[in-house]
């Protein structure tokens, strides 16, 4: 480790107080800030290299996240929903190269590509007995050259990461006295494809009554995107029930009312955040548009990948020996 490299971790080291405040660690590097961000550099500057821009569009409108080139030969690991069409990376110098997708892994939502070119900077992959993953460790969120660090602690180490994401119905419902009245319906959504109308009372959900908008939500919540629901609702006075296949929240739905408010309407967090098999939790928060780049530790090794925003104030990631796992069965299964 170079002497400037050192100084950096010490630094780190000694600043408990200042990052003893839960918001406090990921907000202390601020562009702006160059003579503290400059201090800590040199744990991440050998990582930046490999830290590229991966462009893209679909159906939403354009995407972009980070990718970490993972091989010299061009290979880059990104995360695979947030990657569409005729994907392009780029480096801070600015180039840019077309990308084909290699593979994906669905169980982590990350998605190797590769472009054309041989003279790379890879990340430098620790050795495989290594794992310094502790509960309050530090950690570095590196993005592109040009971007500024997040420095932050590991809040939960590795766990299976459940489904967080609720079944999406598409109704925004008042209240009503025999139950929840639909006001609106989001057009492609479950509900209008199942035939509801406005001013329907939905009033049983699998059995369960609903009372109200509130309850409507609370008993939607508790329930995942592809789960069948049989509800029973009133529609001009006469009773009528329907079997609904539960939905996704769309991308681009992002509407504060009672009938779809959660998290994602107070802050923007990355579509997939849930369903991992091991992921851990840090608050080194970077926007959900800069997900896919790596973490780093306090000796400045490579910790991880960012998998997701998942809130305000916290990320999930992939730890190093997992990801490097990844990394040979994507590549095992594309023969490369």
Not at 112 to 127: C, G, I, K, Y
Not at 134 to 149: I, K, P, R, Y
Not at 304 to 320: E, H, K, S, T, Y
Request: hydrophobic share 45%; proline share 6%; glycine share 8%.
């Amino acid at each position: 480790m170079s002497t400037s490299a050192r100084l950096a971790r010490v630094c780190l080291l000694l600043t408990p107080a200042l990052l003893a405040v839960p918001w406090a660690a990921s907000h202390l590097l601020p562009d702006g800030q160059s003579g503290l961000q400059e201090s800590f550099r040199p744990l991440s500057a050998p990582v930046a290299e490999a830290v590229a821009v991966v462009r893209s569009s679909d159906a939403d409108g354009d995407l972009r996240v980070l990718g970490t080139v993972v091989d010299g030969d061009g290979l880059i690991l990104t995360k695979a929903s947030e990657v569409g069409d005729d994907p392009v990376v780029e480096w801070a110098d600015g180039r840019r190269l077309a990308a084909r997708l290699v593979a994906i892994e669905d169980d982590w939502d990350l998605a190797l590509l590769q472009v054309e070119a041989d003279d790379l900077t890879a990340v430098a992959w620790p050795p495989a007995e290594v794992d310094d993953l502790q509960l309050g460790s530090w950690v570095l969120a590196v993005g592109t050259e040009d971007e500024a660090m997040r420095v932050g602690v590991v809040g939960a180490l590795p766990r299976r990461i459940p489904t967080a994401t609720p079944g999406f119905l598409g109704v925004f419902p008042g209240d009503h006295d025999r139950g929840a009245q639909l006001l609106e319906i989001v057009p492609g959504s479950s509900a209008e494809v199942a035939g509801f109308q406005l001013d329907d009372v939905i009033q049983s959900i699998n059995g369960k009554r609903v009372r109200s908008a509130l309850e409507l939500v609370r008993i939607l919540r508790r329930l995942d995107p592809g789960d069948d629901v049989e509800i029973v609702y009133e529609r001009d006075g006469n009773e009528q029930e329907v079997v609904v296949v539960l939905g996704q929240k769309p991308r681009e739905e992002q509407r504060s009312s009672l009938g779809s408010f959660h998290v994602a309407d107070l802050v923007r967090v990355n579509h997939r955040r849930d369903r991992f098999p091991a992921a851990f939790r840090h608050d080194a928060v970077v926007p959900s548009r800069s997900v896919g780049g790596p973490l780093v530790g306090s000796d400045g090794a490579l910790a991880g990948f960012n998998l997701a925003r998942l809130d305000r104030a916290g990320m999930l990631a992939i730890p190093v020996a997992e990801a490097r796992m990844v990394v040979e069965r994507l590549k095992d299964e594309a023969g490369l």
